[in-house]
Nanobody
Framework: QVQLVESGGGLVQAGESLRLSCAAS??????MGWYRQAPGKQRELVAR???????NYGDSVKGRFTISRGNAQSTVYLQMNNLKPEDTAVYYC?????????WGQGTQVTVSS
């Protein structure tokens, strides 16, 4: 069973930065990424990276967030710069291995104005 371990959330002020990490046990991935869900809103894509290197970002984070792969086979990072109060949400790591999908438990990011 694949397990995803997330870290790096916290409370920051607007304009500051955070880096989220997601480490997965098990095999290499088809894609890994970050999604977020704010209270009363649907879960949305933040950023994802495919095994071949293609990257997608959500429109609201383009130019501020960067997703990257770690040296370990199934580790991804999300560098979040110039954070805004509207970035406040629970951030979830997602991993897809062929047709199987796995989610982390989520890490809270809170940005104060």
């Amino acid at each position: 069973q694949v397990q995803l371990v997330e870290s790096g959330g916290g409370l920051v002020q607007a304009g500051e930065s955070l880096r989220l990490s997601c480490a997965a046990s098990g095999s290499s991935f088809s894609l890994m990424g970050w999604y977020r869900q704010a209270p009363g809103k649907q879960r949305e894509l933040v950023a994802r990276i495919f095994s071949g290197g293609r990257i997608n970002y959500g429109d609201s984070v383009k130019g501020r967030f960067t997703i990257s792969r770690g040296n370990a086979q199934s580790t991804v990072y999300l560098q979040m710069n110039n954070l805004k109060p509207e970035d406040t949400a629970v951030y979830y790591c997602r991993m897809v291995v062929i047709t199987d999908e796995y989610w982390g438990q989520g890490t809270q990011v809170t940005v104060s104005s």
